[in-house]
């Protein structure tokens, strides 16, 4: 899974996409692709390794059944506030973590 894959091997994997999506979008006269992974089983993961899924798309193709809504303009609420600054703290904890700055 994701979250417990060598950095190094997603990078390995990520850097060969525009080369494969490239080579699919062809095959599949595509012009987009979606790239996609479904990390753990509340996500859509039903094969536990690492790997991602390229998705060659086409103009109104509606792979999704929201694709066919109307997208409507994000809310920037306090809500949305709140979490973008919950983020930021789980991402400052996690990097004292890695560099062994926690407090214990």
């Given amino acids: 899974m994701l ?4 950095q190094g ?3 390995a ?3 060969k996409v525009p080369f494969i999506s490239s ?3 062809k ?7 979606n790239l996609l992974v479904n990390n753990g089983a509340s996500a859509g993961q039903v094969i536990f390794h690492t790997h991602i899924h390229i998705i ?3 103009a109104h193709d509606c792979l999704w059944p929201s694709e066919s809504l109307r997208r409507r303009r994000l809310k ?8 973008v600054d919950s983020v930021r703290e789980q991402l400052s904890v996690s990097n004292d973590t890695k560099n062994g700055l926690t407090g214990n």
């Fill in 3 to 6: 979250l417990v894959s060598v």
């Fill in 9 to 11: 091997v997603v990078a």
């Fill in 13 to 15: 994997m990520c850097s």
């Fill in 23 to 25: 080579a699919i979008m």
């Fill in 27 to 33: 095959a599949t006269d595509s012009d987009s692709f």
């Fill in 56 to 58: 060659p798309r086409k």
């Fill in 76 to 83: 920037l609420d306090q809500d949305v506030f709140k979490l």
